[in-house]
């Protein structure tokens, strides 16, 4: 063979002259990986897409209250802060825990095609959630004086308790919301949901217009707007699922949901608690911040990068729940409906490539978040307050901020598995130990003891639990036999699905 013929000898990873069998089928193993990884992100943006609209826009409703309030007053923002992100916000993370019992459910009976039980499993949720909505009602009507007992000024405290009780109805709302959403969304019918929430945001827009702008009602007609714009959404989800939209999984109003419902609460109590140990522990630091020197000061800072923060990608914001999570984001609606699915289907390899998947995708994500919270740190406080004490404050916080995103890119991930595999209760104690035990202490003593203020705070529960708890739910996963786990999902959908649809009234 002379030199010629080398050259000209085709560079193929087929050609039998310049490549063996075995790289042949490594070529063919990665080409089909790649294959793999492509339909995989092309199932999850297919969740993901309609849910970054539909929840972006559900999110932003609070960011208008937020903007409306920072721009009457420095103290109307503080007390919008108080009542939305802490009164608000410590009922919504027990509603939406518990609600996310459904997640589990609902998700594995649809992979399951047990495609009857997903309304049925919906009733029981209402029942379950408006009961807990009566019982959760003190904490609205009592929010003035527990404020003041745990060291809020008067006047934050006075007008928080006054903004808390014209929130009542959004309260409520919560409990149809929540397992509609769920309801939809492992149907992954998230285009309804998609166009729904931007209509309410634009009903949310308007009405805050109306109210505050034209009739001048203030702060009360800025609460007022927030309850017409989630209602409005229940609305529209509650006719598009029970009219029509989804002949299969809703076949009418039963009786049957009366039937195992304290069942059915142990396990929503059991995801309630998981998820809402997550988000009262970010309501805890803005309350944490009352205690400080120029309170108010840090309220609204910390309330104005807390909605960056959650607009970004973590806690209760809506890009990563997990998409789920107003957790928004707060958990990742991927894998909780895909891992769900896939459970329920048996397929405990094509759960596990999901939740691989996901987790790196999600990573991506958050590395670009990082950064551009960075860039544009000083352009973002903008929308929220015209304050320059608070926007200095703010710039202060961006780059904890940013590493927070980028810690949390993985956390809301692992955390939507675990909702999808149904281990609820196991990472209740997980989310315990790790927020309470060691993270907020540690939050205590960075900004007290080391006179850090907020970023102390903040850098000492983020890293000291978030941090933590991020790499126990990595070393579950990594370890997890998912193949026992979809043999679990077949004996839970058994234990659950003992309806059938004749029994329907």
């Not at 790289?23 to 339909?39: C, G």
């Not at 329920?344 to 790196?360: D, P, S, W």
């Amino acid at each position: 063979m002379n030199r010629d013929m080398d050259l000209n000898q085709p560079l193929l990873p087929s050609s039998p002259v310049l490549v063996s069998s075995e790289e042949v089928a490594d070529y063919q193993e990665k080409e089909e990986l790649v294959k793999r990884v492509w339909i995989e992100t092309t199932k999850l943006w297919c969740i993901t897409g309609p849910a970054i609209l539909s929840l972006v826009s559900a999110y932003s409703m609070n960011v208008v209250i937020q903007a409306v309030g920072g721009h009457l007053g420095d103290v109307q923002l503080a007390a919008i802060s108080i009542a939305n992100n802490v009164i608000v916000g410590f009922n919504f993370g027990l509603l939406l825990g518990m609600a996310s019992a459904l997640d589990t459910l609902c998700g594995q009976a649809y992979g399951a095609e047990r495609l009857h039980m997903l309304g049925i499993y919906m009733q029981r949720s209402w029942i379950v959630l408006f009961l807990c909505c009566i019982l959760l009602l003190p904490i609205y009507v009592l929010a003035t004086p527990v404020l003041k007992y745990l060291g809020q000024p008067d006047e934050v405290a006075e007008l928080s308790g006054d903004v808390a009780k014209w929130m009542i109805p959004a309260h409520f709302s919560f409990a149809f919301l929540f397992p509609l959403q769920t309801f939809l969304q492992s149907q992954l019918k998230n285009r309804v949901i998609a166009c729904v929430f931007p209509v309410g945001l634009v009903v949310n827009v308007l009405t805050s217009w109306l109210f505050v702008y034209v009739l001048d009602y203030g702060i009360v007609g800025a609460s007022v707007a927030f309850d017409i714009s989630w209602w409005f959404s229940v609305l529209g989800l509650f006719v598009y699922s029970t009219c029509g939209g989804c002949p299969l999984t809703w076949t009418g109003f039963s009786t049957q949901a009366f039937s195992g419902l304290w069942e059915f609460l142990k396990l929503s109590a059991a995801s309630g608690v998981m998820l809402c140990l997550e988000s009262w522990y970010y309501r805890i630091l803005i309350l944490m911040t009352g205690y400080l020197k120029n309170a108010t000061l840090a309220v609204d800072a910390l309330s104005v990068w807390q909605h960056e923060h959650q607009w970004m990608g973590n806690d209760d914001s809506f890009i990563f729940l997990g998409c789920y999570r107003v957790s928004i984001l707060y958990k990742l609606l991927c894998p909780i409906v895909r891992v769900a699915n896939e459970l329920g289907a048996g397929n405990g390899k094509a759960a596990r490539f999901a939740t691989v998947v996901a987790v790196a995708e999600s990573t991506f994500i958050g590395v670009v978040f990082c950064l551009v919270i960075i860039i544009l740190r000083e352009k973002v406080a903008l929308l929220f307050t015209s304050s320059v004490d608070v926007l200095e404050e703010v710039e202060n916080l961006s780059y904890l901020l940013a590493i927070s995103i980028l810690l949390n890119s993985v956390q809301p991930v692992l955390s939507g598995v675990a909702v999808g595999s149904g281990w609820q209760a196991s990472v209740a104690y997980i989310n315990l130990g790790c927020y309470y035990v060691i993270g907020l202490p540690l939050g205590i003593v960075m900004g007290w003891v080391f006179n850090l203020g907020v970023m102390g705070i903040w850098g000492g529960m983020i890293l000291g639990g978030t941090a933590i708890q991020t790499i126990i739910l990595a070393i579950i996963t990594i370890r997890c036999d998912w193949e026992k786990e979809a043999r679990k999902a077949s004996q839970r959908m058994e234990k659950w699905s003992s309806v059938r649809p004749n029994n329907q009234s």
